[in-house]
């Protein structure tokens, strides 16, 4: 029962360009949606998080942007580097009830962003 | 500041055999949560421990137990390994109740069933 989902499995983008990585979710009652990066041989690093009463977070370059009446999110990251090229983790919680602070998370989307 | 560790990093067993993985979580934090990730999957829930007790527990057989220690460090135990528990296993760390406050994650330990 995948209740986070990242449908595109890559995306290559150029140098310079826009990159939207994007999440579809099923579960109403979670709250707090977050974005991890993972590079190969570490562990998934924190990027940016939204709480469910925001539509918009803004970080630096990376920008997260939640329709609660789509059941979806999207990690925009303008402009793209090459260091960006990892493998993007939507995840996503509940801050409360039975399953509290337990993380959902996609399968992952790998970026590459190339010269 | 040191984050969360995680050790061994790398780990072969043979199937039966029984395997203990540790975590020591983030300066300030308090509680704890492991992670299994398979090739090209997301991590996937497998427990939480917070004053030292297990808070929830995905769907994962009672073959994996765990422990949290009273300075917060965890331990992830596997008995009767199968060649399916071959995987990357994931601890994350977190103060309290969380409430919008993100888990941090360590390298991970990559066990492998032989």
């Known amino acids: 029962d995948q209740q986070v989902k990242q449908n595109s499995p890559s995306l290559s983008v150029q140098e310079g360009r826009i990159s939207i990585l994007n999440c579809d979710y099923t579960n109403s009652m979670f709250d707090y949606f977050l974005w991890y990066k993972k590079y190969p041989a570490e562990g998934p690093t924190f990027l940016i998080s939204?709480?469910?009463?925001?539509d918009k977070n803004e970080d630096g370059r990376f920008t997260v942007f939640l329709n609660k009446s789509a059941k979806h999110l999207s990690l925009h990251i303008v402009p793209s580097q090459p260091g960006d090229s990892a493998v993007y983790f939507c995840?996503?919680?509940?801050?409360?009830?039975?399953?509290?602070?337990?993380?959902?998370f996609g399968r992952g989307t790998q970026l590459t962003v190339w010269p | 500041d040191a984050g969360v560790t995680q050790s061994p990093t790398h780990l072969i067993k043979t199937r039966g055999q029984q395997v203990t993985l540790r975590c020591s979580p983030k300066?300030?934090?308090?509680?704890v949560s492991w992670y299994q990730q398979a090739l090209g999957q997301g991590p996937q829930f497998i427990f939480q421990y917070y004053e030292e007790e297990e808070r929830q527990r995905g769907n994962f057989p009672d073959r994996f137990s765990g422990h949290q220690f009273p300075n917060y460090s965890s331990e992830l135990n596997v008995n009767a390994l199968l060649l399916g528990d071959s995987a990357l296993y994931l601890c994350a760390s977190s103060k309290g109740q969380l409430f919008g406050q993100p888990q941090h994650f360590g390298d991970g330990t990559r066990l492998s069933i032989l």
């Open positions: 939204i709480s469910s009463i925001k």
């Open positions: 300066s300030g934090h308090d509680t």
């Open positions: 995840a996503a919680r509940a801050d409360r009830g039975s399953t509290l602070g337990r993380l959902y």
